[in-house]
């Protein structure tokens, strides 16, 4: 089978099975600080894609947040890049609002991304070259905008830290309106389904952007980092997104005079920092 066609499949079941749990008790434990949460979901959801995947492809590598890959450091074959849930606090306290993230890499070319809003059963996929889709609707192509009449999405976590807020608070003062969705991979599928026009962030892994990489770029959205840089699929890094125009106006007149800064941030915290 194709392996988009494969990815569709295991995604939809791996939904259906959180789905039918989501009223389980979950067990939660802390990562690297007290808001930092992981329950057996996460790990579960991770282990059932990972078997999955390598029963029918042996070969194939994964790099995945719970766990898998933490070895890999090439882009050589096929790789799959896994959030198993992206946006863990919203399904602790909410139930709803996040996502299956999968981005397939092959020899470090974009082949497919796939962003599943489980609760809403709703598949955003594409597979490169055949058009960024939600279950069976077509998206279409992403129009400009301007930041003053634009919607846009971020992590107001960022406002909280001096230098980095002096930056975001132009932003949002200058948007039409900022919104906070709690699930970096649905920020993504927002922005190539047009209902938010950029979303910005400071600092993501690439299972959180792996799989919506593919699908902004697929409606001719624009993703790199907020220096303007292409997004290496392998490490973290900061995120800037949208339809070329505003990306574009965030670029020049937000980001890039904060140059020094931003890269003094980008060198300290994200070599090598997956
Ligand atoms: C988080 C979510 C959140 C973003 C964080 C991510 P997780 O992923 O995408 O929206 O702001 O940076 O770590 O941990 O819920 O998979
Ligand atoms: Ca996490
Ligand atoms: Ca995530
Ligand atoms: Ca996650």
Known sequence: MEIYKFAYQIIEEA???????IDDELHIETKSNPND?????????????????????????IL????????IEDEAGTIWIIDPIDGTLNFVHQQENFAISIGIFIDGVKYAGFVYDVMNKKM?????G???WMNETQLKPLKNSELKS?????NPIWLTKDKLAD?????????RSTRAYGS???DFANVAKGITSAYLTMRLHPWDFAGGLILVEEVGGVVTNQLGEPLNILEANSILIGNKSIHDELLSQYFLPHTSLLKKIHTERFKKNK
């Open 37 to 61: 949460l992981v329950t057996n979901i996460d790990k579960e959801t991770e282990a059932f894609l990972t078997k999955q995947i390598l029963n029918t492809y042996p070969h194939h590598r």
């Open 167 to 175: 930056i975001y608070k132009l932003i949002i003062d200058d948007a």
């Open 124 to 128: 955003y996929h594409c597979k490169v």
């Open 130 to 132: 055949n058009g960024a």
């Open 150 to 154: 634009s919607l846009i999405s971020t």
């Open 184 to 186: 970096a991979a649905l």
């Open 15 to 21: 939904g259906r099975i959180i789905r039918d749990s």
């Open 64 to 71: 995945g947040e719970e766990g898998q890959g933490r070895d």
